[in-house]
């Protein structure tokens, strides 16, 4: 007996992704981000507001650790420089290299690890949209904090205007700081080196690469420390969405496959002189006769039955003509019940030539000529003393 019931991730899970197909979508995600940064630029006014609003927060419960470490690294340039470097580079590098990585040595989970990735940033991007909050380094003097990326600005390519190369500051949203994906993002990395890296060297890696990246954030004035809370919170949001993120992509993959599978088959119906030949007829030459046969009638057009139709999805059933050649019509209609359900309703499936215990093979007569294949009737004392009669 062969076993049906495979949940859709589990089986799609174990098919390898391909790069040419990874790669697009990284890449369109990344850019629907990007653009959704710009689009979401609040009120200066509103995003000062909230940015104090933190600060004060902050104060409250003595959470306010960005003071002493911007003071810290506007100080120590050995401490600053090398920080804004981490701050402006790392989060660029290291994250598709560890997407890579896991895709390479890790391809069973790298459709899930991809999918937390994704899921969680937007999610950020939604916290752009509804929080815009001025960073630190954008408040007045007066609230102490020095802007590092502008103090050594000199020592990297970055401006004093954000972390973009110079020049392109106006075209980053520098009030999207909650919640920090930095943060989040450095965190997944984390998640990935601990569960697989294997070694001790990477699990240090994956606890130090997310700690000191909360450090960096926060001395450099580009983020309070409640948005590396928020941005771990949002990729503990991400991960609980994975799997029925995941399962909906799969049901969506397959109700759009059957649905091209059977248009396509539609289509063929349709095509003047594209009638194909049935499964194990001899083939149609040039003038229409199967080879080594005499001409033969022409096809036979009858229409669909209802309960043929009743069988397609609903999308595909006002696509199939009212009469289409009798062989198209049951290629058509048996391809959407293997396709879309299953005659065996306990979740497998007899295999191609297994026989029931207990069958038996007996002819359709007594005659010298019955045929074998035949189904025989069923009687009552045929059957055993624990296998039931057949019903007639």
């Not at 391809?107 to 630190?136: D, M, N």
């Not at 590092?148 to 106006?170: C, H, I, K, N, V």
């Not at 989040?184 to 997310?210: D, E, F, I, Q, S």
């Not at 209802?306 to 069988?311: I, Q, T, V, W």
Request: net charge positive; charged share 15%; hydrophobic share 40%.
């Amino acid at each position: 007996m062969r076993r049906t019931d495979v949940p859709v991730t589990e089986a799609a899970s174990r098919v390898r992704p391909r790069w040419w197909a990874e790669l697009p979508l990284i890449l369109l995600v990344y850019a629907v981000y990007s653009a959704g940064r710009l689009l979401a630029r609040g009120d200066v006014t509103t995003a000062v507001d909230h940015g104090l609003e933190i600060l004060r927060i902050e104060k409250v419960f003595y959470l306010n650790a960005e003071h002493p470490l911007n003071r810290l690294f506007t100080r120590e340039p050995w401490i600053g420089i090398p920080a804004d470097f981490w701050y402006a580079s790392l989060h660029y590098l290291v994250t598709p290299v560890i997407l890579v990585w896991i895709f390479r040595s890790r391809t069973v989970r790298y459709r899930a690890a991809r999918t937390w990735l994704l899921t969680s940033t937007f999610i950020g991007l939604i916290g752009f949209t509804l929080l815009p909050t001025c960073p630190p380094r954008l408040l007045s003097a007066s609230h102490g904090f020095v802007d590092t990326m502008a103090q050594y600005s000199d020592y990297g390519w970055w401006g004093g205007e954000a972390s973009a190369p110079r020049g392109l500051g106006g075209m980053t949203n520098q009030y999207a700081a909650m919640p920090s994906l930095h943060v989040g993002w450095a965190l997944w990395c984390g998640v990935m080196l601990w569960k697989y890296g294997g070694t001790r060297l990477t699990k240090v890696a994956g606890v130090a690469y997310p700690l000191i990246t909360t450090i960096v954030v926060m001395g450099t004035a580009n983020h309070y420390f409640l948005d590396a809370l928020a941005g771990a919170a949002v990729m503990g949001v991400g991960l609980l969405l994975t799997r029925p993120v995941l399962r909906l992509a799969d049901l969506a993959r397959e109700r759009y496959g059957i649905r091209i599978q059977l248009l396509a088959r539609v289509r063929t119906a349709v095509t003047p002189g594209s009638t194909p030949v049935p499964s194990g007829a001899a083939p149609v030459t040039a003038s229409g006769t199967a080879s080594g046969t005499s001409p033969g009638p022409a096809p036979v057009t009858a229409p669909v039955p209802e309960s043929d139709r009743r069988s397609v999805p609903e999308p595909v059933r006002e696509s199939i003509p009212a009469s289409v050649p009798e062989p198209v019509a049951a290629s058509v209609t048996a391809g959407s019940r293997a396709a879309g359900s299953s005659i065996v309703s306990g979740g497998c499936q007899t295999s191609p030539g297994e026989r029931i215990p207990r069958q038996r093979k007996v002819s359709a007569g007594p005659g010298p000529g019955a045929e074998q294949g035949a189904e025989p009737e069923a009687r009552p004392a045929d059957a055993g003393d624990e296998t039931p009669a057949a019903a007639r």
